[in-house]
């Protein structure tokens, strides 16, 4: 059973007709009768740059699956990380057969060297949060406490760090102050896939792993994130799914 230390109640509560949407294009938070989009949705809206445009040209028609791939690893991790919080035991091999492919494994294994290592208290794990303010809302990959202060982690599996995950972590950052009360001291980012080879003083690194925090204030990430969302309104100026135009069931009758 995990243990975790309740700390910080919610003062903004989930509403009785909260939902996740998800949709091959888009993802919506249900509450109290609106859509909330999803902060990685928002982020969507974000400009590539040069160096994807140059990937793209450089990977050609490979990049869907590349990016289906990855997508499908981070999500592996973050399930594994989710059960090991849980408490639940995870072997690589049952009954001599492998369970995970090795990368993974060792992913989630840089996951328990930085957990072990820096022993967090677990204030919360996937916890849903939201915006009133801002009209957004989205899922948090874990709270914690370490060293007295309260810390917003959110776990990458990605070959690169990119500006958007800085974004992420500040408005979870942002929603959770907003829900519990409580404005975290830090937020950062493991990113499970590091160069780093090992701990280093005044780091927080392991050997594949590392936190890696912000050089921009949380008030620059904030009207950043602000500004991308502008851009993202003007492109979604309704704010809610698709289906919601057409009926979602159908039956034959006898």
């Known amino acids: 059973m995990k243990k975790i230390k309740k700390k910080y109640n919610r003062i903004l509560e989930i509403s009785d007709d909260a939902k996740q949407i998800t949709l091959p294009d888009s ?20 400009p590539k740059g040069k160096f994807f445009y140059d990937w793209l040209k450089k990977v050609g028609y490979s990049a869907d699956y590349i990016v289906k791939k990855a997508g499908e690893d981070g999500t592996q ?8 919080l849980n408490g639940k035991e995870l072997n690589f091999l ?8 090795p990368d993974i494994w060792q992913g989630f294994l840089r996951f328990v060297d930085w957990w072990e290592t820096y022993k967090p208290t677990l204030l919360e794990t996937e916890v849903h949060l939201f915006s009133d303010k801002i009209k957004v809302a989205g899922t948090c990959d874990l ?44 937020q950062g980012i493991l990113w499970l896939k590091s160069s780093k080879r090992g701990p280093k003083e005044g780091k927080m690194q392991g050997k594949g792993w590392e936190i890696s925090e912000s050089k ?16 993202f309104d003007l492109e979604n100026p309704y704010h809610k799914p698709s289906f919601t135009g057409f009926r979602t069931q159908a039956k034959r009758k006898p």
């Open 94 to 101: 049952e009954h001599g057969i492998p369970m995970y492919h």
């Open 27 to 46: 993802r919506y938070y249900k509450r109290n009768g609106e859509y909330y989009p999803s902060i990685t949705y928002v982020l969507s809206a974000y």
């Open 216 to 231: 921009r204030t949380q008030e620059e990430n904030i009207d950043i994130f602000k500004t991308v969302k502008k851009l």
């Open 143 to 186: 709270v914690c406490e370490i060293d007295d202060e309260v810390w917003v982690i959110d776990f990458k599996f990605s070959n690169n760090l990119q500006t958007t995950y800085e974004l992420q972590t500040a408005i979870y950052s942002e929603c959770y102050a907003e829900c519990f009360g409580k404005v975290p001291d830090r």
């Open 77 to 84: 991790v973050h399930e594994m990380i989710e059960d090991y």
